[in-house]
């Protein structure tokens, strides 16, 4: 014979995901955003850098460069010191004194 109707309710909907998930979602997404914003001041920061001129040579106080000369390099080895100016010319100093050794032209 017949039943009587069967009263079903209808599904519950799907439980959210759980907390941590919630959690984790939220990590990621600030760590993205974090690396975003990080790799934007690295780039502007090369752009800045980039653009500016270079500081002017710090060469050590010992040594006394020729009037109008600007040093463009320099280097020390053992008991000398090598200034490279913008008049393509090698200054050999003595690291102890400053006096001036040699003179090198570069043609």
Do not use: N
């Not at 001041?41 to 090369?46: E, M, R, Y």
């Not at 060469?59 to 320099?74: H, K, Q």
Request: charge should be negative; avoid cysteine; charged fraction near 20%.
């Amino acid at each position: 014979m017949f039943d009587a109707p069967s009263s079903r309710h209808p599904d519950p909907p799907p439980p959210g995901p759980p907390p941590e998930l919630r959690f984790l979602k939220l990590l990621v997404a600030a760590l993205a955003g974090v690396m975003i914003v990080g790799l934007v001041v690295i780039v502007a920061a090369l752009v800045i850098r980039i653009g500016q001129e270079p500081a002017p040579l710090a060469v050590p106080e010992v040594i006394t460069l020729p009037d109008g000369a600007r040093a463009d390099a320099f280097t020390r080895g053992r008991g000398w010191i090598a200034v490279v100016t913008d008049g393509d010319e090698i200054l050999i100093y003595d690291a102890e004194d400053g006096t001036l050794r040699q003179r090198v032209a570069v043609e």
